[in-house]
């Protein structure tokens, strides 16, 4: 059965410091990764998709994640952080795989602070 | 394209009464799902469904949750009668078949007091 643990419950960061949100996977078979975010009283939006295409990822938003099959992990990134990544971030695998169809898991959620 | 709309995005009912939220999918979207995030916990899966059938509702916590499709379209997810550990954010998901991601919704917040 596929699972996801994100690593950190709370992360805070300085306005323009990087930013690193840790999940890891856990997947009988190659598994479709998603990270979305979620603004305080908005939905959830999907930040960057991996299908098994390039294991380096980009999103919106300046973010990136890197799909590493040997360390099942998939951790979120951004140079720089500003002011408006303040949210909670949910590292999330797909058990359809790349069909898309299937249900989602969701990880516990990592919520990030940034400090001016 | 219109997203996926949710009503109400918030409910505040007595314990042992009814509830029912609503799913207005994305159109051509045969696929729709219902996740549920309780205090403090992940969100989880309820069930899915492809047009109007239920392809998987292995995540329904128990009968007093009853969730219908009505044509294929629109989704409607009715509690009755609710518990207060029904209390959380209910979320609805669209999405096409194939490589196209999940659109949410932007939830239901669901408050039984």
């Known amino acids: 059965a596929q699972s996801v643990t994100q690593l950190d419950s709370h992360v805070s960061v300085s306005e323009g410091t990087p930013v690193l949100l840790r999940c890891n996977y856990s997947?009988?078979?190659?598994?479709?990764l998603f990270w979305y975010v979620q603004h305080p009283n908005k939905g959830l939006q999907l930040l960057l998709k991996?299908?098994?295409?390039?294991?380096l990822v980009k999103g919106i938003n300046g973010f990136e994640a890197e799909f590493k099959k040997s360390e099942t992990s998939f951790h979120l990134t951004k140079p720089s952080a500003h002011m408006s990544d303040a949210a909670e971030y949910f590292c999330?695998?797909?058990?359809?795989?790349?069909?898309?169809?299937?249900?989602?898991?969701f990880g516990q959620g990592t919520t990030l602070q940034v400090k001016p | 394209e219109a997203g996926v709309t949710q009503f109400p995005s918030h409910s505040v009912i007595e314990k042992g009464q009814t509830v029912t939220l609503r799913c207005d999918p994305i159109?051509?979207?045969?696929?729709l799902y219902w996740y549920r995030r309780v205090m403090g916990k992940e969100i989880k899966f309820l069930l899915h469904?492809?047009?109007?059938?239920?392809?998987?509702e292995s995540g329904m916590p128990n009968n007093r949750f009853l969730a219908e499709r009505t044509g294929g379209t629109y989704s409607t997810l009715k509690v009755q009668p609710a518990e207060l550990e029904d209390s959380g954010v209910y979320f609805c998901?669209?999405?096409?078949?194939?490589?196209?991601?999940?659109?949410f919704g932007s939830g239901t917040r669901l408050t039984v007091v």
């Open positions: 998901a669209s999405s096409r078949t194939g490589p196209y991601g999940y659109t």
């Open positions: 997947s009988s078979y190659s598994p479709s």
């Open positions: 991996y299908t098994s295409a390039a294991t």
């Open positions: 999330v695998v797909s058990e359809g795989g790349s069909s898309n169809t299937g249900k989602l898991i």
């Open positions: 159109s051509g979207h045969d696929n």
């Open positions: 469904f492809v047009k109007e059938s239920k392809q998987d």
